[in-house]
């Protein structure tokens, strides 16, 4: 069941992982969100917001540029309700929480290959296939509060072959602390494998940005 409020603690520790995973800088409180200031090429500074708040609607009214992203912790027509029309809701994510704790037995097709790298606190694993492709690949940062998984893809042309289970569970491997939760932000489309794995829906996940219409 989804549950209409998440602990704020909660989301700006996902957030914190969730940068770590990304090398993004750290997030910072910002009127009752969580700002990153990612100042990359596709992305200049985004801010989660556990629910709907004054700061929310200050920050989208000030905000008149592209590359500015707010996401809340609530459905897709809640975040619309609070933007000005300039605004562009995106694809529907969810903020999902394992609920199991035993990591399924799970093996590679012949042929794939499992790469895995730790550097600190971020594990990353890629799935080489046959033709030296990156068949799938995913990353997981643990902190002293949460364990994240980020960025679990499988390339079309392998899917539909247990690739992004095999990634799931290499990166549960990782886990130092068993007492904090377990918790990523699945797309539509992921939803449905993480579901199988054990994981439920604690909130949706919206999102927006201004479009950027420069040629």
């Known amino acids: ?12 520790a996902w957030q914190t992982a969730h940068s770590m995973a990304r090398k993004s800088p750290l997030p910072v409180h910002d009127r009752g969100g969580f700002r990153v200031d990612t100042h990359s090429e596709k992305e200049v500074k985004r801010w989660v917001f556990p629910q709907l708040c004054e700061g929310l609607h200050d920050i989208a009214s000030e905000i008149t540029a592209p590359k500015h992203y707010l ?4 459905a897709n027509d809640e975040l619309r309700s609070a933007l000005p029309e300039r605004w562009e809701i995106q694809p529907a994510n ?10 399924e037995a799970s093996s590679l097709p012949d042929g794939y290959e499992m790469e895995f790298h730790r ?5 990353q694993v890629h799935v080489i296939a046959p033709d030296g492709d ?3 690949s995913g990353c997981a940062a643990e902190t002293t509060d949460v364990f994240i998984y980020d960025r679990i893809e499988t390339a079309p042309d392998h899917r539909r072959k247990g690739l992004g289970v095999a990634v799931m569970n290499a990166l549960g491997s990782a886990r130092r602390c068993f007492t904090g939760p377990q918790l990523l932000v699945a797309t539509e489309d992921g939803r449905g494998l993480y579901t199988r794995l054990g994981w439920t829906v604690i909130a949706p996940f919206a999102a927006a940005t201004i ?3 420069g040629f």
């Open 1 to 12: 069941m989804v549950n209409p409020y998440l602990d704020p603690e909660l989301v700006f």
């Open 71 to 74: 996401k809340l912790c609530g």
């Open 94 to 103: 969810y903020f999902m929480k394992a609920t199991a704790t035993a990591l």
């Open 119 to 123: 550097d600190g606190p971020v594990t």
């Open 134 to 136: 990156v068949a799938a």
């Open 211 to 213: 479009p950027d219409t």
